[in-house]
């Protein structure tokens, strides 16, 4: 049994070995990140809708860059693809909008073939409607329809929930039809997406180097991390990265993570406090353990490769690791209510997993109201202290 949980927990960590993201966009990437992006906003208006003089002369000197469908157009405001590509996207993003495959607000990811030096390429599009008016309920909408190219579909999708917060960000900049705001507001935003969308965790990883286990020990533990002497990109970076590494509305009970935090907040644990004033920067009050300690190399090789979607892709290794070892310690809690022998095992397996103090801290929070399982659980945790002495 033992053989085959060590088995699986090493093809977790060697995913960078057996993924395919090497061979779609590892190509793009050397010592220095030079994966190209690009980004491409287009205006779409409902064809029924009333349009004001002014809009119609501002689409009037935009119309050799209009695709316009039965029911809708689709003017271009602004694109860094190259002048031969962004007529594809165009009638590609067209016949998504005319088969109703782009929801307003939802981002939509897939490839595009278009011609430039990646040909083939991920495709995040989003449709920002805006507010319809009080007056005209029923009218066709108008709206912005965002596209980011980059990486492949696949690369794309690990970040899918981060590259919608960041179209949302966009929706105060985009008021009128004319956008004034382009070059001041606008271009900037969109050509930063990838930076500010992908880049995050490369950037966490490179910052903390070794030390990467303490914040991966932090995210599971519900450990509050403080970071000081930083800039504000530099929190956000941190703050995100723990955010994607924690279990947090990922387990079964909503009410096991609420009573986990309480459960912290009220022991004397100290917050894990990170001090940029150095580089690199020093940790205070560092807690890890064997299992968020042999993830480091994983994390360290795919940031010297300069692959943030590999990144991402063993960060949700490492937490899809780590909720096959609850569901396994939840279900040899259970079986230990009724047998030694499962009690034997699930020491055992906690012995084994190398992350027994944090799931024991969670199967606590999720079973304080069974009064069998806490028992057990204390056994459990008299079980790993006696073997970390025994090993001091």
Not at 176 to 203: A, D, G
Not at 350 to 373: F, K, T
Request: hydrophobic share 35%.
């Amino acid at each position: 049994m033992f053989t085959s949980q060590t088995s699986s927990f090493q093809d977790s960590i060697d995913v960078e070995e057996r993924d395919d993201f090497d061979s779609e966009e590892i190509s793009g990437y050397s010592q220095k990140i030079q994966l190209n992006c690009y980004y491409t906003i287009y205006l779409y208006q409902g064809t029924r809708s009333e349009a004001s003089g002014e809009n119609v002369a501002w689409n009037q000197r935009r119309a050799d860059s209009t695709t316009s469908q039965d029911d809708f157009s689709l003017t271009l405001v602004d694109s860094s693809l190259p002048l031969e590509a962004e007529p594809e996207l165009r009638t590609y993003i067209s016949r998504r909008l005319s088969k109703g495959a782009l929801l307003g607000g939802m981002g939509n990811i897939a490839t595009v073939e278009l011609s430039i030096p990646e040909q083939a390429v991920g495709c995040y599009c989003c449709l920002l409607e805006q507010e319809r008016s009080p007056e005209q309920p029923d009218a066709d909408g108008n709206g912005y329809v965002i596209c980011f190219m980059g990486g492949s579909e696949k690369g794309l999708n690990l970040f899918r929930l981060e590259l919608d917060k960041y179209v949302q960000g966009l929706q105060s900049s985009l008021q009128t039809p004319e956008l004034q705001n382009l070059e001041t507001e606008v271009r900037p935003y969109l050509s930063q997406w990838f930076e500010e969308s992908v880049m995050h965790i490369y950037r966490v990883v490179q910052l903390v180097q070794n030390n990467i286990s303490f914040l991966l020990h932090a995210a599971l533990s519900h450990t509050h991390v403080d970071i000081i002497n930083s800039d504000e990109r530099t929190k956000t970076d941190v703050t995100r990265f723990i955010k994607a590494a924690s279990l947090q509305g990922l387990s079964q009970q909503d009410a096991t993570t609420a009573s986990l935090c309480k459960a912290i907040s009220e022991d004397t644990q100290s917050d894990l406090i990170i001090d940029c004033s150095t580089s690199p920067p020093s940790l205070t009050n560092t807690v890890s353990n064997r299992f968020c300690d042999d993830w480091i190399q994983a994390f360290l090789n795919a940031a010297e490769r300069c692959n943030p979607f590999l990144l991402r892709q063993i960060l949700e290794n490492f937490k899809l690791k780590a909720i096959q070892d609850m569901n396994s310690l939840k279900r040899f809690v259970r079986q230990a209510e009724m047998s030694h022998y499962a009690l034997f095992r699930c020491c055992q397996f906690l012995q084994g997993c190398g992350n027994g103090d944090v799931l024991l801290q969670n199967a606590r929070a999720e079973h304080s109201d069974l009064p069998e399982a806490c028992s057990i659980i204390g056994v459990l945790e008299e079980f790993l202290r006696e073997r970390e002495q025994a090993q001091a």
